[in-house]
């Protein structure tokens, strides 16, 4: 708990070579921005946000950036909340068989587990999301239901709750998984708080311009 009573969850977030970028620095921003309105709300920040790779050494993204770590698999605290993006890199991940087992044992004790895009395929594969209602990016919804784990794959949806698991459409609806998981942490008038601070309040295609 921290010196206002909030409870101290730890996020982690998973990384790997090929990761799309979007997918994890999108909830990045979001979870972080949290924490600073609990600053101006004179609270402190009450969740600590991770980043965390199979040995702790910096990857690199689906479009080049390189992202050092703050943890290994091996070193990263117990977790509140896992979040595993997607990315090209997923389809070399599903066959790792540590980051799996990784994976399937620190859901077992999360208060949420949580996948944006392709990152959905991990979590069906590691067991934390087989069985359930999930989604995933529009163009991965057929190769994730050829894969026979979900028990459902929604199309047209920007994230999906199965009992304790979360898992958000493609690489911007993340942030969007994200600011609804502050709300379910915070309260929803702090998730709007943290939306606003991020001047997030996407426009639809091609009508954005003034």
Not at 78 to 83: E, V
Not at 192 to 202: E, S
């Amino acid at each position: 708990m921290t010196a206002h009573g909030e409870k101290t969850r730890n996020i982690g977030i998973l990384i790997f070579d090929g990761v799309e970028e979007l997918d994890f620095v999108g909830p990045y921003e979001v979870f972080t921005m949290s924490n600073e309105m609990h600053g101006r709300e004179g609270r402190e920040g009450p969740d600590r946000v991770t980043l965390i790779t199979e040995t702790g050494r910096a990857v690199t993204g689906a479009k080049g950036m390189t992202v050092a770590a703050h943890a290994s698999m091996a070193d990263a605290e117990p977790l509140d909340i896992l979040l595993v993006p997607g990315g090209v890199g997923t389809r070399r991940e599903v066959g790792n068989e540590a980051l799996l087992a990784w994976i399937a044992k620190t859901a077992e004790t999360c208060e949420w587990v949580t996948s944006v895009c392709t990152g959905a395929m991990l979590l069906c594969a590691a067991g934390p999301a087989k069985g359930k209602r999930v989604t995933t990016h529009w163009g991965f919804i057929t190769a994730l239901r050829e894969r026979g784990e979900a028990a459902a794959v929604l199309e047209n949806i920007r994230y999906v709750r199965d009992g304790n698991v979360v898992t958000a459409a493609g690489v911007s609806a993340g942030i969007d998984m994200a600011l609804w998981l502050v709300g379910q942490m915070h309260g929803q008038d702090h998730a709007r708080l943290t939306r606003l601070a991020m001047q997030y309040d996407p426009a639809p295609p091609y009508t954005a311009a003034v």
